[in-house]
């Protein structure tokens, strides 16, 4: 077995580890450590396929940002919602079961059917520097535009968190 091989059945083991870790903990804060070493598993998994910007995106949008924000968010709103007692609805249960056999039944069907790629394909280059040139040369506009929602995104969510604050300061 190839040492690539067992690096992906590694990151994998550890992917889907800590995703059901992250599903089935009752701490929120346990959980989105979990989701953290998902995320991460994730981006070693883009590593193994060659896709080495999605990986790097992965790592700073998802770990850097908006895990690290959930984590904060969590730790300075109460100590109480740490500790929630999450209540499964059982009405669920029986519909998300039919769908997940369908969906299972449905991934062996495509992998028992799907002629795959010959063993013996080239490696690809460094996909970075070229999506960089083209970020800032053919789709520089594009890459501008989405910026400045971002940013109209982040003060909105600021001014909608300093009223509230304004608000409940007020009715105290």
């Given at each position: 077995?190839?040492?690539?091989?067992?690096?992906?059945?590694?990151?994998?083991?550890?992917?889907?580890?800590?995703?059901?870790?992250?599903?089935f903990s009752k701490n929120i804060v346990h959980s989105a450590f979990a989701l953290m070493f998902t995320l991460i598993g994730v981006a070693a998994l883009y590593v193994l396929l060659y896709a080495d910007?999605?990986?790097?995106?992965?790592?700073?949008?998802?770990?850097?940002?908006?895990?690290?924000?959930?984590?904060?968010?969590?730790?300075?709103?109460?100590?109480?919602?740490?500790?929630?007692?999450?209540?499964?609805?059982?009405?669920?249960?029986?519909?998300?079961?039919?769908?997940?056999?369908?969906?299972?039944?449905?991934?062996?069907?495509?992998?028992?059917?799907?002629?795959?790629?010959?063993?013996?394909?080239?490696?690809?280059?460094?996909?970075?520097?070229?999506?960089?040139?083209?970020?800032?040369?053919?789709?520089?506009?594009?890459?501008?535009?989405?910026?400045?929602?971002?940013?109209?995104?982040?003060?909105?969510?600021?001014?909608?968190?300093?009223?509230?604050?304004?608000?409940?300061?007020?009715?105290?």
């Open positions: 077995m190839e040492f690539t091989a067992i690096l992906f059945y590694l990151f994998s083991l550890v992917t889907i580890g800590a995703a059901s870790f992250m599903v910007f999605l990986a790097a995106t992965q790592l700073l949008v998802y770990v850097g940002g908006i895990l690290i924000l959930i984590l904060f968010g969590v730790m300075l709103t109460s100590q109480e919602s740490a500790k929630l007692n999450f209540k499964t609805v059982t009405v669920n249960i029986v519909p998300a079961s039919i769908l997940s056999v369908a969906a299972l039944l449905l991934l062996i069907f495509a992998f028992t059917t799907t002629e795959w790629a010959p063993e013996n394909i080239a490696a690809p280059g460094e996909t970075v520097s070229v999506l960089g040139t083209m970020l800032m040369s053919d789709y520089l506009l594009p890459f501008i535009i989405a910026g400045v929602l971002l940013l109209i995104a982040i003060i909105g969510a600021i001014l909608m968190a300093t009223r509230i604050t304004t608000k409940t300061t007020e009715s105290n």
